[in-house]
């Protein structure tokens, strides 16, 4: 079963994140791959992470493919106009790739090449659009494709963004657009997650709930200050200053919060960049 | 709404006069005077700075609007020192820099790098308002320009990038999605936000813009 057949089965899903090289030795790529292999159920493949130049997405998600685990293509509007994005999706497609996770993508002056020119031609719902588009058979342009694409198309979330109604309503034409899925933004306060989840019920779309795993108090405290669309309470910061095995503790929680969403969501998206083994503790404490 | 200019460093400037020896020099009255970037001062600090880089400087001018046609007067009545000079440096928008080109065979150089038609909201602080999209959607967003204040131009809503109401891309800005969402609510007009806004039409802006009121501008684009 792949991840579209396993959500509409109703099964709790898994999915995680790895991040191409800056460079082609995909070694590193290969091993974190490999560290949960067979714990979960797709792997997403960020694009260009950041607006930092790396290996592209469609190629890691290839990649993925000869390696036999499931890939998530993560498509931005940052760095491709319609022609190119429109190709691209065909391209996954004729790759074997079906699930795509359409994003709006970071501003260009966010990484290492801030002069380059920022394209966003069209946004997250108009791609989510675009891919289901082709779907029918034609291109934007309304001309007629010889052979048709099929996607799972994905989309994302701010459950803890500053203004919760706009995100709902974006989310609500991104779902009117032809989302399938989502995956969400980090979240760590169960609590607010059902609030969240019961705001958006309405739209009967599966969504896998983001868990950023804790590396240390520093870092939920950046993420307070800096990360959009992210809140660890404090009390979570408080428990890691206090750990003495910051590591463990930071998968203690991740346990926590995703025993708290089990019940509320249709799965969870565990983001534990280059520490993958935690991803797969995570997954075996969590006894999913 | 104004062109908003900023000075070219003085490195560049001489660079682009390296194989010119004499210079006249015009400023502007309007935009470039409201940016202290090509008014009476300016034009005078210029003069002393390129006769320090052993320039002559054999006149100067300041012309209400260099954007415009007074421009082919202000070059006959400064007939003489223009003859006199290598080049012309323009203290002006790029628009009175192609303009006075019309009107003279001498080289002409920017002093000014024009940076976007605005308005100075304070003194001191200029923002742009409009990038001339050529489909305005100021009508659902109520009033304020996401093409503009967005840096990716949404016209879904909000990227998720925002942090305490302030922009992905600078925290000095606020992100322009919330300042909307606020003005809709207090307009009662959040349904504007409910429609689902498809592709945007990049041809409507192409450059070169051009535009004839009999409405045959299609056929030059
Ligand atoms: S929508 Fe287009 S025309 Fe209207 S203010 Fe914005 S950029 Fe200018
Ligand atoms: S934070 Fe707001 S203004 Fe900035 S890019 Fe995102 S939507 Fe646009």
């Given at each position: 079963m792949n991840l579209r057949e396993k959500l509409a089965a109703g099964r709790f899903v898994i999915t995680c994140e790895v991040g191409p090289p800056k460079g082609v030795d995909v070694t590193e790529m290969k091993r974190s791959a490999e560290r949960v292999r067979g714990k979960v159920d797709a792997v997403n493949v960020t694009d260009q992470q950041s607006s930092v130049m790396r290996l592209g997405s469609l190629a890691g998600c290839c990649l993925l493919n000869q390696w036999g685990m499931e890939p998530v293509f993560q498509i931005t509007c940052?760095?491709?106009?319609r022609i190119a994005l429109q190709s691209d999706l065909l391209s996954a497609y004729a790759l074997g790739i079906e699930n795509v996770l359409c994003l709006t993508g970071d501003y260009v002056t966010l990484g290492d090449h801030p002069q380059a020119k920022p394209v966003f031609d069209l946004d997250s719902v108009s791609l989510i659009e675009t891919a289901r588009e082709l779907e029918n058979g034609h291109d934007l342009a309304g001309k007629e494709l010889n052979g048709a694409p099929r996607f799972f198309v994905g989309a994302c979330v701010s459950p803890e963004a500053d203004f919760i109604e706009p995100q709902i309503m974006k989310m609500e034409k991104k779902v009117e657009a032809g989302a399938q899925f989502f995956q969400t933004q980090a979240i760590y306060d169960a609590r607010k997650f059902a609030d969240f989840m019961s705001m958006v019920r309405h739209l009967k779309v599966p969504v896998l709930a983001g868990i950023v795993v804790l590396r240390s108090a520093a870092m939920g405290r950046y993420m307070n200050e800096k990360a959009a669309g992210i809140r660890v309470p404090e009390n979570l910061i408080d428990e890691m200053d206090k750990a003495s095995d910051k590591a463990a503790k930071g998968v203690e929680i991740a346990v926590r919060t995703i025993t708290g969403v089990k019940g509320l969501c249709q799965g969870v998206h565990i983001i534990a960049i280059g520490q993958e083994k935690r991803t797969s503790d995570i997954i075996d404490a969590a006894g999913l | 709404m104004k062109a908003i200019t900023k000075q070219k460093g003085l490195a560049e400037i001489e660079r682009l006069l390296e194989k010119e020896s004499s210079v006249f020099l015009v400023g502007c009255g309007t935009c470039a005077t409201m940016c202290h970037t090509g008014g009476k001062d300016e034009v005078l600090e210029m003069a002393r700075r390129l006769v320090d880089l052993g320039k002559t400087i054999t006149g100067s001018v300041v012309i209400p609007t260099v954007c415009d046609a007074q421009d082919r007067e202000a070059v006959s009545e400064n007939v003489k020192a223009i003859d006199e000079a290598d080049c012309i440096l323009v203290m002006a928008c790029a628009y009175g820099v192609q303009t006075l080109a019309l009107y003279t065979d001498k080289p002409v150089y920017p002093?000014?790098?024009?940076?976007?038609?605005?308005?100075?909201?304070?003194?001191?602080v200029f923002s742009e308002v409009c990038v001339q999209c050529g489909e305005c959607v100021l009508g659902w967003t109520g009033g304020i320009c996401p093409i503009t204040a967005c840096p990716k131009g949404l016209l879904n809503g909000p990227c998720g990038g925002a942090k305490n109401g302030k922009c992905e891309v600078s925290s000095a800005r606020d992100c322009a999605w919330e300042v909307i969402y606020e003005r809709l609510s207090q307009q009662g007009k959040l349904d504007n936000l409910r429609k689902r806004r498809s592709l945007r039409n990049f041809s409507a802006s192409t450059q070169p813009g051009v535009y004839l009121l009999d409405g045959k501008d299609g056929d030059l684009k």
């Open positions: 940052r760095d491709r106009n | 002093a000014l790098d024009t940076l976007f038609m605005g308005q100075e909201m304070s003194p001191g």
